[in-house]
């Protein structure tokens, strides 16, 4: 076969064949680089969102702890004030049996509390002895 012998139209389905092979080519060795190009621009789509919901939810977050701070500080006065309110006064008996009782019922040793029957000071009774 001798070169001299291809017509014109050999030369043309030649010259598209080196095309389509060189067009095939090029889409193959590109393929790579365009596909990773669409899962970086997913990625830092997904970490934008990541991001957004992720400052959401610390605003959130801030917000219920100062609303928790502030709860607590009135929690706090409340009882601060209600103490204070209270009178100087002995509490009554039975006020004190109760929270004898109250700490009996803790697992409390009550011997070293005079209100609840214990003696004040145990050592002095061993020592008179």
Known sequence: MNLRTFTLTGWIMVAVAVLFLLSLGFCAITAP???????????????GKTQTVDTA????????????????????????????????????????ALACERLRQQ???TALVPVCGGSPRPAEAGAGR
Do not use: I, W
Request: charged fraction near 30%; charge should be neutral.
């Open 57 to 96: 939810a610390r605003e959130a977050a801030a917000d219920e702890r100062l609303a928790d701070a502030l709860s607590t500080a009135t929690t706090k006065q409340e009882l601060s004030n209600a103490v204070a309110n209270l009178p100087d006064a002995r509490p009554s008996n039975r006020r004190l």
């Open 33 to 47: 680089g365009r596909e990773a190009r669409k899962v970086d621009a997913a990625v830092a789509a997904a970490n």
């Open 107 to 109: 697992g409390t040793d």
